[in-house]
Nanobody, 121 residues
Framework: EVQLVESGGGMVQPGGSLRLSCVAS????????MRWVRQAPGKGPEWVSS????????SYADSVKGRFTVSRDNAKNTLFLQMSSLKSDDTARYYC??????????????RGQGTQVTVSS
């Protein structure tokens, strides 16, 4: 059974930082590109970032480029998202997902339960 379990969310002030983690199980993590997607209340899913199998290729939405960094540790089946210079617009539930389709899309076949990120003063 494919499982993706996110952690690391919380409440942070504008300008702050958070590091999200996602532990994968039930499939060979190192054989799949992965992505982060987010969903704010009342809005549709928004692609945030993708990372290739070997970490050689990463891609980011314009809204987070330069502030967020995606990485992975294939030995530990873990995906990360380092978020800095957080803004109120970053408030959303963040999901780790196993990628399908185009690299810079929010297409996926499995997604975790998500972790809430709230940016507020």
């Amino acid at each position: 059974e494919v499982q993706l379990v996110e952690s690391g969310g919380g409440m942070v002030q504008p300008g702050g930082s958070l590091r999200l983690s996602c532990v994968a199980s039930g499939f060979t993590f190192s054989l799949y590109s992965m992505r982060w997607v987010r969903q704010a209340p009342g809005k549709g899913p928004e692609w945030v970032s993708s990372i290739s199998i070997t970490c050689r290729t990463t891609s980011y939405a314009d809204s987070v480029k330069g502030r967020f960094t995606v990485s992975r540790d294939n030995a530990k089946n873990t995906l990360f998202l380092q978020m800095s210079s957080l803004k109120s617009d970053d408030t959303a539930r963040y999901y780790c997902a196993r990628a399908t389709g185009r690299f810079d899309s929010n297409d996926y076949d499995y997604r975790g339960q998500g972790t809430q990120v709230t940016v507020s003063s």
